[in-house]
């Protein structure tokens, strides 16, 4: 599976903006999609998952409510749609997927950078 994101930019506070991840390679039923996201001198934090074959959606409490994680199947394309967004927002965004068992993303998009203005 390889994973291609795309979608960020600089905005203001408050606006939005929605990141995308395009999947190829092998069909993605039995895999965890997930979006992940590291700011400027912080660890890489979990921000949102979803399951390809549906299901509920898992969120960072940060992120909970102004955050949606969804998919186009027939686009193998995984999206990020971010509301609200805060300074804190701000960060390289990166899409990763796992295979349902593994305990580890395995699989990780390059990433794409988030910058929110005050």
């Known amino acids: 599976v390889q994973l291609q994101a795309s979608g960020g930019g600089l905005v203001q506070t408050g606006d939005s903006l929605r990141l995308s991840c395009a999947a190829a390679g092998r069909p993605l039923t039995n895999y965890i999609m997930a979006w992940f996201r590291q700011a400027p001198g912080k660890e890489r934090e979990f921000v949102a998952s979803l399951r390809w074959s549906g299901g509920r959606a898992d969120y960072a409490d940060s992120v909970k409510g102004r955050f949606a994680i969804s998919m186009n199947k027939v686009k193998s394309t995984v999206y990020l749609q971010m509301n609200s967004l805060k300074p804190e927002d701000t960060a390289v965004y990166y899409c990763?997927?796992?295979?349902?068992?593994?305990?580890?993303?395995?699989?990780w998009g390059q990433g794409t950078q988030v910058t929110v203005s005050s």
């Open positions: 990763a997927a796992r295979i349902f068992a593994a305990s580890n993303y395995s699989v």
